[in-house]
Every structure is written in structure tokens, then in C-alpha cells.
T-cell receptor, first 112, second 113 residues
Framework: KAGVTQTPRYLIKTRGQQVTLSCSPI?????VSWYQQTPGQGLQFLFE???????NKGNFPGRFSGRQFSNSRSEMNVSTLELGDSALYLC???????????FGPGTRLTVT | GNSVTQMEGPVTLSEEAFLTINCTYT??????LFWYVQYPGEGLQLLLK?????DKGSNKGFEATYRKETTSFHLEKGSVQVSDSAVYFC????????????FGQGTTLQVKP
């Protein structure tokens, strides 16, 4: 089975712009979670989607949003980018009956 | 709230040395516990898991036992290799939502030949 894929792998944006990141889960996985990884804050949960519905959201401002499509692919969007949004954004998928998550390689976002 | 605390790194060992990375947790209920590993420039890989007290997770020579009485899940390996150099994360599933992992701060392991 193919693993979790994320596109793009690297992205450079300017402050004030917006960005959309994409995640394709492992085939058959309906749950997708997103995490932000920074040297200062470590790994922080952004949100989880299951069957196109957001089930939980972490403590991030409303500039961070996401969605999930009927094929379980997910996107996250960050609007009005700030320098502090520079991070590695990781997506993970999970099979319905198990609790372990499988991560993609991440998207490295740099905001200048 | 739930939380995970790992020993601070970096940990530097010689090849074939014994490894222990300490992890303790605070949680309501009995969450599943995990160790993930991250190699440079990559995402996280699931290393092992345990779902209930006294369970032992193991994979690729690594082991960790779910200790409810000490709220710990220490990672051990009998003989490390240079290829084990990476960042190791202890994590738990937030008991109220199985889609949210709570991570420790990560421990960098460097193994020298």
C-alpha cells in the first residue's frame, strides 16, 4: 500500500499571503489529522477530519482551516501568513478500527 | 490535561551501547502509548505501541513497557547502531478523541561509530 503523501514538499511564501497544503491518506483510511512541528513548540495538533467532518480542533487561530473530500483526501489552508507560521506541517491518517497514526513526509513552509 | 514528558537530549552513545530514553505521562483513563521516530528531513514513523497496562511494544530491537503504576513508557534497545541516530518522540492518544496525539518534546539520539 502506498503511504501518506503530502504536496508540495517545500513552499516559500510571503507574509500576508495564503497557502493550501494537500494530504492523501493511505487507501482505506478515513481519518486524517494535521500537526504543526516547530523547534520551539514541538509537535502540536491542528485538527482531525473523519468522513468529511472536522471532529476536533487544536488551539490555533481561525486563520488555520481545513477540509476533507469524499475520497478522504484533505487540505489545510493558512490565511494571512505570519513569520511564526514557518514550520513543518505533517499529515497523518488512521484506520477506522485502530488508534495508531501513519505520517506523511510533511510540507516545509517558510514564510518570509 | 493530558501530557507527555521525555528526558532531555541530546543523547550521545557509542555503537553497541545500551539505550534508554525516559518517558512519563499524565492522563485520565488508559490511553494508548506510542513511540515515533523521525529521521532527518522525514516525517514520523511509528516505532511501537502499547494499548494497556503491562503491554510491551517491540520493533526493530526497540522495546517499551506500559507501566501504569509509574505512568511511564521508557524506550530501550540493547545495542544501538549508527543508523538509529534520529529524534524519538513519545506520545499518547488523547483519551477523549482518538484522532489527537499528544507528543513529548522529542529526544535526539546520536550514535557514534
Amino acid at each position: 500500500k502506498a503511504g501518506v503523501t503530502q504536496t508540495p514538499r517545500y513552499l516559500i511564501k510571503t507574509r500576508g499571503q495564503q497557502v493550501t497544503l494537500s494530504c492523501s491518506p493511505i487507501s482505506g483510511h478515513r481519518s486524517v489529522s494535521w500537526y504543526q512541528q516547530t523547534p520551539g513548540q514541538g509537535l502540536q495538533f491542528l485538527f482531525e477530519y473523519f468522513s468529511e467532518t472536522q471532529r476536533n480542533k487544536g488551539n490555533f487561530p481561525g486563520r488555520f482551516s481545513g477540509r476533507q473530500f469524499s475520497n478522504s483526501r484533505s487540505e489545510m489552508n493558512v490565511s494571512t501568513l505570519e513569520l511564526g507560521d514557518s514550520a513543518l506541517y505533517l499529515c497523518a491518517s488512521r484506520p477506522t478500527t485502530l488508534d495508531e497514526q501513519y505520517f506523511g513526509p510533511g510540507t516545509r513552509l517558510t514564510v518570509t | 490535561g493530558n501530557s507527555v514528558t521525555q528526558m532531555e537530549g541530546p543523547v550521545t552513545l557509542s555503537e553497541e551501547a545500551f539505550l534508554t530514553i525516559n518517558c512519563t505521562y499524565t492522563a485520565t483513563g488508559y490511553p494508548s502509548l506510542f513511540w515515533y521516530v523521525q529521521y532527518p528531513g522525514e516525517g514520523l514513523q511509528l516505532l511501537l505501541k502499547a494499548t494497556k497496562a503491562d503491554d510491551k511494544g517491540s520493533n526493530k530491537g526497540f522495546e517499551a513497557t506500559y507501566r501504569k503504576e509509574t505512568t511511564s513508557f521508557h524506550l530501550e534497545k540493547g545495542s544501538v547502531q549508527v543508523s538509529d541516530s534520529a529524534v524519538y518522540f513519545c506520545a499518547l492518544i488523547d483519551s477523549s478523541n482518538t484522532g489527537k496525539l499528544i507528543f513529548g518534546q522529542g529526544t535526539t539520539l546520536q550514535v557514534k561509530p
